[in-house]
T-cell receptor, first 114, second 117 residues
């Protein structure tokens, strides 16, 4: 089966600019996650979707970050305006609906904010 | 709140040595799941194993084995006869909140394993 697809692979922007990341989960996976991984740290959850509804966005900096999954499939994560501390790898993951099925991760988007 | 601690930041071994990666977790839930993921230099997180809180049997898969001990809240990972291809960052993760539908993983900070030829 095809894995989780993410684009772009790399992005470099200046602070205060905006950026968007795209994720296409594994076909049939109802749950989609966005994680932020700062260099040298473990991934940290930003938001979890179940179909097109938000299950958990408690750690999403809502003043600058937004995410949507309008049709319950693809998802977009946006940062506007970006700050230097947003430099990180943004990982998308998906899982099926069974309780505690493993998360399957994409290759991530490496964002550098200068 | 849940927490996962991987005290070993980096480990370096010579090929064919055995190595154990430590993981200690904290949770107030009685039902939870523990995971190990591997992150090679390519960056993709690769699922290795899942264990639920009611199953304390140790598991072996090829050169990999896992030791789950609820009494010490630990879920350690051993690689036997390590190989250069095992070089990666390894993450331990916890999933609880069984009743809320929030199934996202809480990750430790990772252990970087370098296997020298």
């Amino acid at each position: 089966e095809a894995g989780v697809a993410q684009s772009p692979r790399y992005k470099i922007i200046e602070k205060r600019q905006s950026v968007a990341f795209w994720c296409n989960p594994i076909s049939g996976h109802a749950t989609l996650y966005w994680y932020q991984q700062i260099l040298g740290q473990g991934p940290k959850l930003l938001i979890q979707f179940q179909n097109n509804g938000v299950v958990d966005d408690s750690q999403l900096p809502k003043d600058r970050f937004s995410a949507e999954r309008l049709k319950g499939v693809d998802s977009t994560l946006k940062i506007q305006p970006a700050k230097l501390e947003d430099s990180a790898v943004y990982l998308c993951a998906s899982s099926d609906s069974f309780r505690n099925s493993p998360l399957h991760f994409g290759n991530g988007t490496r964002l550098t904010v200068t | 709140a849940q927490k996962v601690t991987q005290a070993q930041t980096e480990i370096s071994v010579v090929e064919k040595e055995d190595v154990t990666l430590d993981c200690v977790y904290e949770t107030r839930d009685t039902t939870y799941y523990l995971f190990w993921y591997k992150q090679p230099p390519s960056g993709e997180l690769v699922f290795l194993i899942r264990r639920n809180s009611f199953d304390e049997q140790n598991e072996i898969s090829g050169r990999y084995s896992w030791n789950f001990q609820k009494s010490t809240s630990s879920f350690n990972f051993t690689i036997t006869a390590s190989q250069v291809v095992d070089s990666a960052v390894y993450f331990c993760a916890l999933s609880d909140d069984m009743d809320t539908g929030r199934r996202a993983l809480t990750f430790g900070s990772g252990t970087r394993l370098q296997v020298q030829p």
